[in-house]
Structures are given as structure tokens and as C-alpha cells.
């Protein structure tokens, strides 16, 4: 199928959350496969794609671009229509702004330290200490069902993708507010075609 919006996409890695988000647009999309684990990454023919090596990657209207923070700002402000962010002078436009540098900026390094068990300064670091970190998304969540309150968009994909890692590195216990929010994620009928996608 003809596409002008191409995902590269590595089964069982971050591009899974950009997988996602082209699911809930409704976006007509090319998925490349990447066999991340096999080394194609590594590879010549992707590093003319991305030369961080790194999936996700898209191709849009003829332009790439990577990192999936500025993917998903940039997918859901090209396909308004699926009223996935906050239009510019909507007064949720900067929390949608803040949820969506939070995730690679603050909550994805704080969750692979705590993995890790690196324990490193937290005055030094940017994303600060892990408790604050997670009181931040708990306190978040306790105004609503999604990261902006009543309402599904973007962000809850970048937020929630890196949530459901804390299930699977077994950080979180059962039944809090981030658990409960996951398995409303996980439950949207676009995550299941994202699965079905990432084979
Ligand atoms: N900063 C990037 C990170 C992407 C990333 O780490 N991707 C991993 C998969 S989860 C990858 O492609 N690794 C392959 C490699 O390093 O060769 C983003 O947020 O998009």
C-alpha cells in the first residue's frame, strides 16, 4: 500500500507506543519492520533512515523524523481531526506540552535507573528522585481518568507506554491508580490492533 506516512517500527520496543498512536489517529500508515534484536538497526539501510540507530523512526509528506515525543507531537497536531491534542490555544496545550517532554525527558530515565538499581545523585540528574517521579504521575491521576483529565490524547500514550514497563519490571503494586490507568489503556480497541501489529 501507497503511504505518505511510513513507520518504522521494531516488534517489542518503544516504536510500538508510535504503532499505537497511528492506530488511534486513524491514519493510513506503511509499517516497515525492523529487526531491532537481529541487529538491523545497525544496519546501513536504517541508518540512512535514522543514523542514532534507534526505532521509532517516520516518514512523513517526504520528511523523517525521529525521537517518539516529537513523533507523537507532531502526528497528532498533522491529523487534528482524531482530536488527540489540544489545539495551540486550548487551555490544556502546555499540561499536553509538559506530559509529553515528561515522558523521555523525566519518566523514562527515572524507570530504567529504578530498574537498573543505579542510584545516582538526584540533585544532579534532571529527572530528580524516583519517589518524586512517581508522586508526580500518582497525584496526576488522581484528577481524572487520563493524564489531562477527562480526556484521552497523545500524551496518555507516551505516559502510559512507559507505565506499562513498571508492570513488566514488576515496580508497581497491583491495583493503584497507575495500575488501574493501564488496564484502561490496554484497553482501547486501537492497543489491540497496535498487538496485532507487533509480530
Ligand atoms: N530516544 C529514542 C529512543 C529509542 C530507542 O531507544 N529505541 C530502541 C528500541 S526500544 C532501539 O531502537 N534500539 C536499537 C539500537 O540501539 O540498536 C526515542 O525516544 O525515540
Known sequence: ???????????????????????????PYELRKVDVFGGATREPDFLAVNPAGK???????NKTLTEMAAISLYLADAFPEAGLAPAIDDPLRGDYLYWSVFRPGVLE????????????????????????VLSLVERQLASGDYILGDNFSAADILIGGALGWLKHFKLMGENSSIDRY???????PAYARMQA???
Open 55 to 61: 526505532v521509532p523512526a517516520i516518514r512523513h509528506k
Open 1 to 27: 500500500m501507497m503511504s505518505d506516512l511510513i513507520v518504522w517500527h521494531g516488534p517489542n520496543t518503544r516504536s510500538t507506543g508510535t504503532v499505537w498512536l497511528v492506530e488511534e489517529l486513524g491514519a
Open 182 to 188: 493501564i488496564d484502561r489503556l490496554h484497553a482501547r
Open 109 to 132: 530515565p527515572a524507570i530504567i535507573t529504578k530498574s537498573q538499581g543505579l542510584e545516582l545523585d538526584p540533585r544532579m540528574v534532571g529527572w530528580g528522585d524516583w519517589e518524586t
Open 197 to 199: 501489529a507487533n509480530t
